[in-house]
């Protein structure tokens, strides 16, 4: 890595950093608790729209597994999500009528509220549809985790997105509010992940699963990037480049080995295959602010009409983390 | 006589209150070091809530940095107050904050009384110890130190590299031979009281100042000047991984800590509540006690490490991504992989099936799709046929399809008109075993009955591709076990080397192999080459064939050769 390279790597964060501080100025306050975080506390960040009925068991989900504090950025809610999570205790709420894609999905609005709220923390950066997974977290509290990793001196923690899906039509069985998504969406495809090396930035970049299998056979390329380091050590110098697949410094991206060991790793359940996708699908569709033009979003609206169903013979149901370890899709590391 | 706990606290102080109730409970005096890097408001609300407790004292407070001399400092003075105090003391048991008694305190009395010349202590020569951390063993002894490995890294590397040149060494004081291993120890009062009190002390520990980790080499070296009955160990069960830290003990450990009969665990997640609440609350449990036995722990921890360093072997997933150039296999495991069979034998792929009981794909690298055995759309692992996802990453494609189906031996066809990128992969992976019949692809054109222009321009084609596939297949660097045979070598002994490949993939070596493949009709195939010949085209990778030199071709309806048993 040369010098010029590394210093054109600093500005970007700079940059990054500056433009998440013109886009915070988008951001309303509705309720701030920032002042019960304590030193050690875990915290969560999440940007969400119209997710009322995923909210109340993502909360539990994450208060179960001992996150502290929880941050969102409500863009321009209408289902009532905005007065709901105003009404949780551990909840610190922004919200903003601004654009989504123009905040960067999200990203910028994100990294400005990590800046001023997260240095010295440990942060989990998580959708209302992706799902925590790490080893031992049937019986350790996230704590754990970020304990063990401070003792290692570890800065970050990859967690690759694994698409979830039911058994059938994915509008076959409506999810309900505090339902876990779990006992709808539970079948995933173990082994068909391709991964390169991003060498600019030096993460790895993931391609896979039913949504390249179903959705992108002919066009590999566009396909989702399922590589994220949603759990990091933050500083007020770092910065998510795009969504949470890769940061600046760079070396925060090193979440993987080169010379053949096993990092320790989790994974996201990602629970979008719900019944909820199709109006999302075009609902999103009509707004226009999802990535590569709503590429995605197109293929699924298109692909929901229809009650797409992701399950092939070789799907695999989901048992509990130590199935994804042995799988290979996650890792221990040296973590016992 | 009873044995006193020396504590060296430095985090997690309501733990450590926790624990050091429990040992006077059970009778033992205890005296605590604090770290003093431990603020004073803290200190004193420790101290004061420990103020009720009889027999609890505290030693002068010493900075103990990783690796310092503060540790040996803290550890002298805490335990010189010790035994001055204590005079019915027979055992000082050196333990940590984080450290967590597994049996009741009067088991290690009882044991301890029974043992009341045994010192435990773990104590190796540098030449026999494998655990050091930064390839520093006996250099330990000989160079100095006085940077901080963790805050000043470059300046003791950069120190060290420079005592290394100028090939400077400290002497070793008289009589000491180093001797290192874990800090946490159990001493008699007699052996103790020897270090304490050697004659010798200043200029030992002068000397000691300047080892690196001398908490690890003090009491070591020294317990083999004036023990008389060593049992190197140490009663405290307490593992390191490959980067010298102490594992950590969680709740779902509490099975596996009550099995190991340790007396002492560290070291213990401070928010480990169940562990705690375990160890130090529930009534002793009524069993037959043994020796202290940490296999079982010592087992999953090594394992943890091995994982770290080695990995699983054919893995490629987010946080394990060899170089590409790693000096592994690409792969899981063992794969073979055919070129020129299909098209010379009809049945091939169910022979091979059959004979080997395998997993015998069709060409998984055809430009059309993925042909995975028995025409299905996907396979293990959910992997697609779509010939695009494939080709994106074929590389990817194979390591999957390897992993996935690791038990089950995967055998698949390849063909010069094939996914190129693959072969090199393939070639460089010591996994890989690859057969080819050079030349094969010439049958298919015979049996084709096209238009001559076009299968002399596939020909053509073709001989060329497959001219620099075995180019690379020959190249020095490959590392799968290449096999090559050009077509007229080979069917003049098909069945020797079916039968070798056979035995190669070896699934069932108790099965014989009884029934040959079924040769295509090679009739008119020399003539057939003759003819590209005349028309310019000279196919040499076959072998020779020449017109009045023709093998014997199998002839369909005669009976099938047999191969003769082993």
């Known amino acids: 890595m040369g010098l010029i390279q590394s210093y054109h790597m600093r500005l970007r964060r700079k940059r990054l950093l500056l433009r998440a501080l013109r886009k915070s100025r988008e951001l309303r306050p509705v309720t701030n608790r920032t002042e019960l975080i304590r030193p050690g506390d875990v915290l969560l960040f999440s940007t969400q729209r119209n997710e009322m009925l995923r909210l109340p068991y993502f909360l539990k989900y994450y208060r179960d597994m001992g996150v502290n504090h929880f941050f969102f950025v409500d863009n321009d809610s209408t289902d009532g999500a905005t007065a709901y999570l105003e009404a949780q205790p551990d909840v610190s709420l922004w919200t903003t009528k601004g654009s989504y894609k123009r905040s960067r999905f999200g990203v910028d609005w994100l990294n400005a509220l990590q800046r001023r709220y997260a240095d010295g923390h440990w942060t989990l950066v998580a959708d209302p549809d992706e799902f925590f997974v790490y080893p031992f977290c049937d019986t350790r509290p996230i704590r754990a985790l970020t304990d063990w990793l401070d003792s290692c001196g570890i800065r970050s923690f990859g967690a690759m997105l694994l698409d979830m899906y039911p058994k059938g039509g994915i509008n076959d069985e409506p999810y309900r509010a505090g339902q876990d998504p779990l006992e709808i969406a539970h079948w995933f495809d173990a082994g068909n992940y391709a991964i390169t090396k991003n060498h600019q930035y030096g993460n790895l970049w993931i391609q896979g699963g039913p949504r390249a299998r179903a959705f992108f056979a002919d066009t590999p390329k566009s396909a989702p990037a399922l590589n994220k380091i949603p759990l990091v050590k933050w500083s007020r110098n770092y910065a998510y480049v795009s969504s949470t697949h890769n940061l600046l410094p760079r070396g925060l991206n090193q979440v993987y080995d080169a010379s053949g060991g096993e990092k320790a790793s989790g994974l996201m359940l990602h629970m979008k295959f719900l019944n909820t996708l199709g109006d999302k699908a075009s609902e999103e569709l009509d707004r226009g602010q999802h990535y590569a033009g709503g590429r995605e979003y197109a293929a699924y609206a298109e692909g929901a009409r229809d009650n797409p169903d992701l399950w092939c013979k070789w799907s695999e149901r989901y048992i509990n983390w130590r199935q994804l370890e042995i799988l290979g899709l996650m890792s221990k590391g040296n973590w016992a | ?566």
């Not at chain 2, 290449?482 to 099965?511: C, H, Y």
């Open chain 2, 1 to 566: 006589m009873t044995v006193g706990i020396v504590m060296l606290v430095h985090t997690a102080l309501d733990r450590a209150e926790q624990v050091a109730r429990h040992w006077a409970a059970g009778g033992c005096p205890v005296v605590i070091h604090v770290d003093s890097n431990v603020a004073a408001p803290v200190f004193q609300r420790f101290q004061k809530a420990l103020s009720d407790v009889p027999g609890l004292q505290f030693s002068r407070r010493h900075r103990c940095e990783w690796g310092s001399w503060g540790l040996v400092a803290a550890s002298q003075d805490a335990a010189e107050l010790m035994l001055r105090q204590n005079p019915d003391v027979s055992h000082v048991y050196l333990s940590s904050g984080s450290c967590l008694p597994l049996r009741p305190v009067h088991e290690l009395q009882t044991y301890l009384a029974d043992r009341p010349t045994v010192d435990f202590i773990e104590s190796a020569t540098t030449a026999d110890v494998p655990w050091t951390v930064g390839g520093l063993d006996q250099e330990r002894f000989t160079l100095r130190f006085p940077f901080s490995w963790r805050r000043q890294r470059k300046l003791f590397d950069a120190y060290v590299t420079l005592q290394r040149r100028l090939r400077v060494k400290r002497r070793i004081p008289k009589g000491l031979v180093p001797h290192m291993g874990s800090q946490w120890w159990c001493l008699t009062r007699r052996t103790l009281d020897a270090i304490l009190t050697d004659p010798d002390r200043p200029s030992y520990d002068r000397y000691f100042k300047r080892v690196w980790i001398p908490d690890e080499s003090y009491f070591q070296t020294l317990a083999r000047q004036h023990s008389d009955q060593i049992e190197s160990r140490s009663l405290t069960l307490s593992k390191f991984d490959f980067q010298g830290k102490p594992h950590t003990f969680y709740d779902d450990h509490l099975q596996l800590l009550r099995r190991s009969d340790c007396f002492v665990a560290r070291k213990i997640w401070p928010h480990a509540d169940r562990l705690y609440e375990a160890f130090l609350n529930e009534p002793n449990q009524l069993h037959d006690r043994n020796e202290p036995n940490p296999g079982k722990i010592d087992r999953i921890f090594a394992k943890a490490v091995q994982r770290r360093t080695r990995g699983r072997p054919g893995l490629v997933m987010q946080s394990r991504f060899p170089h590409q150039d790693w000096n592994g296999a690409v792969t899981a495991a063992r794969y073979s992989v055919f070129q020129g069979f299909a098209e010379l034998f009809e049945d091939f792929a169910p022979w091979l099936e059959t004979a080997t009981g395998a997993r015998v794909h069709g060409r998984l690298f055809a430009p059309d799709r993925v042909h995975f055995a028995g025409g299905e759309t996907t396979f293990n692992g959910a992997l697609s046929d779509s010939a695009t996802l494939r080709d994106d990453n074929p590389r990817a494609f194979l390591t999957n399809l390897i992993w996935n189906t690791r038990g089950e031996p995967q055998c698949f066809q390849y063909g010069p008109v094939d996914t190129p990128k693959i072969l090199e992969v393939m070639a460089y992976d010591s996994n890989a075993r690859i057969s080819v019949i050079s030349g094969a692809w010439a049958v298919p054109l015979f049996k084709s009955g096209g238009g001559f222009v076009d299968i002399r321009d596939a020909a053509a084609r073709l001989q060329k591709i497959e001219t620099k596939q075995l180019k690379l297949l020959q190249s020095q660097w490959v590392r799968a076990h290449v096999r090559i045979w050009t077509m007229a070598e080979f069917i003049e002994a098909p069945m020797e080397t079916l039968k070798q490949i056979v035995d190669d993939i070896g699934r069932n070596p108790s099965q014989r192999l009884t029934e040959a493949p079924q040769m295509v009709d090679l009739t008119g195939f020399a003539e057939f080459l003759q003819r590209l010949k005349n028309e310019g085209m000279h196919p040499h990778l076959m072998g020779d064939f020449s017109v009045n030199r023709m093998p014997q071709p199998s002839n369909p309806s005669a009976r099938r050769p047999y191969l003769v048993k082993r």
